[in-house]
């Protein structure tokens, strides 16, 4: 079965430092990795996705991700954190193109502080 | 383009009671998924409709239950609810396609709490 594991339910940065957030998946198949944000009362908003075509995955607000097979890792980065970025951030696994049935991590807040 | 609506935003309801949530995907989109968002569990998948047929499910017990219209629309029916059942109900809509380019596009929820 397909799995994502998300290293640190809770995650704080001051502005302008550099965002990590952990996402380590478990997968028999090559698999699709995603990265979403959920803003207060809202619902998911796709950062970036990896199918494939390269190993540097560059997605919306600055954020970009890197597929690493031997640490079956995909991190999700960004150079330098704004207020706007505090949100919970969910990685995601599906093990096809259809991409309907993800299996979620179980997500990191993200905490920014002046 | 019209996003993902979800109606209604908030519902209440008490133990034993069913209930239904509706989903109207970005036109185009033939494809609608539901997942349930909890504290607890956190995402999990609940069923996918395409083209007015279930194409994939996840693992809830059968008072779960779904349908699509030729529409495209949605709708989500929990029966004899429980009180574990209250939580944030996501819709998600996409062409159904597949492939490199397919996106979901979630809407904001329907949060219900069962009493």
């Known amino acids: 079965a397909q799995s994502v594991t998300q290293l640190g339910s809770h995650v704080s940065v001051s502005e302008g430092a550099l965002v990590l957030l952990r996402c380590n998946y478990s997968?028999?198949?090559?698999?699709?990795l995603f990265w979403y944000v959920q803003y207060p009362n809202q619902g998911l908003q796709l950062l970036l996705k990896?199918?494939?075509?390269?190993?540097l995955v560059k997605g919306i607000n600055g954020f970009e991700a890197e597929f690493k097979k031997s640490e079956t890792s995909f991190h999700l980065t960004k150079p330098s954190a704004h207020m706007s970025d505090a949100a919970e951030y969910f990685c995601?696994?599906?093990?096809?193109?259809?991409?309907?049935?993800?299996?979620f991590g179980t997500g990191t807040r993200l905490l920014v502080s002046p | 383009k019209a996003g993902v609506t979800q109606t209604p935003r908030y519902l209440i309801k008490t133990r034993g009671q069913q209930v239904t949530l509706s989903c109207s995907p970005i036109?185009?989109?033939?494809?609608v998924s539901w997942y349930q968002q909890t504290p607890g569990q956190g995402l999990q998948f609940l069923f996918e409709?395409?083209?007015?047929?279930?194409?994939n499910k996840g693992n809830f017990p059968g008072r779960f239950s779904g349908r699509q219209f030729s529409n495209s629309r949605s709708e989500m029916n929990v029966s004899t609810l429980e009180l574990g059942d209250s939580a944030l109900y996501l819709c998600?809509?996409?062409?159904?396609?597949?492939?490199?380019?397919?996106?979901?596009?979630f809407g904001s929820g329907t949060q219900l709490s069962v009493l």
């Open positions: 036109s185009g989109h033939r494809s």
């Open positions: 990896y199918t494939s075509a390269a190993t």
């Open positions: 998600a809509s996409s062409s159904g396609q597949g492939g490199p380019n397919e996106k979901l596009f």
């Open positions: 997968s028999s198949v090559p698999p699709y």
């Open positions: 995601a696994v599906s093990k096809n193109t259809g991409f309907q049935k993800l299996v």
């Open positions: 409709y395409f083209s007015e047929t279930q194409r």
